[in-house]
């Protein structure tokens, strides 16, 4: 069983939204009039949202959707990349300090494991920081494989990497399940890999007007 990371198992959201404010009262003391009166932390977030798709699509790479997000937001595209570097890991900084798991999340990997399924993770991140936040959450167990699209080289929803996971795992497509919160990266995508795929819809008030079906909490698993 293949599970999602960030939305999925941990709260990205709450962590990011807290870490942005934490990050902009020390960092980037924003006049809200400066960008229309849009909150900077809506503002941070939005430009994650825009900047790490066009990662997800293959239009810059895991590194510069980092860099651009920081010339974006400071509205200073001179910033130079040690500088965007240095400011984008005071935001990580935050970041790291924010994690938590979802209360449902170890329930479920130990379910999944209890039954002898294998698990691993299939996230767009780069593994050291995507490790960690397993470790500090205190989700990483030591047979828990993890796959992150920074060191492969594809994102979701590129099929391809859930076809390179299937290949290291040595498992066939019809014989893997993926649970994501991500409609098109973690579903859609996966079943276009041959994959079955369970949509995690904790929040999402699309969840009634897709015609999708979902589930709303990991305990709601079939297994
Ligand atoms: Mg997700």
């Known amino acids: 069983m293949l599970f999602d990371l960030d939305g999925t198992l941990v709260d990205h959201h709450c962590a990011a939204v807290a870490a942005a404010g934490d990050f902009i009262r020390q960092y980037a003391r924003h006049d809200p009039a400066d960008h229309g009166g849009e909150d900077p932390v809506a503002r941070w977030m939005r430009l994650e949202e825009v900047h790490f798709r066009r990662y997800e699509h293959g239009e810059i790479t895991h590194t510069q959707q980092r860099r651009e997000r ?7 595209p001179g910033i130079d990349d040690g500088r965007a570097d240095e400011l984008f890991g005071h935001f990580l900084d935050f ?6 798991a979802f209360p449902d999340a170890a329930d479920a990997l130990n379910r999944v494991r209890d039954k002898g399924l294998r698990v691993a993770i299939v996230t767009n991140g780069a593994l050291a920081l995507q490790k960690m936040k397993l470790e500090r959450t205190g989700l990483f167990t030591g047979d828990l494989m993890m796959f992150c699209s920074a060191e ?17 795992l040595d498992c066939r497509a019809s014989e893997a399940l993926m649970v994501g919160d991500n409609l098109a ?5 996966a079943r276009r890999a041959g994959l079955q795929a369970i949509w995690l819809a904790r929040y999402s008030r699309t969840g009634n007007t897709t015609g999708e079906p979902f589930i709303r909490s990991l305990a709601d698993l079939p297994v």
């Not at 990266?185 to 995508?189: F, G, K, L």
């Open 185 to 189: 990266n973690d579903v859609h995508a």
């Open 152 to 168: 492969i080289g594809c994102a979701k929803p590129d099929p391809g990497i859930y076809r390179h996971v299937l290949d290291h």
């Open 95 to 100: 970041y790291r300090s924010r994690w938590t």
């Open 70 to 76: 920081i010339r974006d937001f400071f509205g200073t």
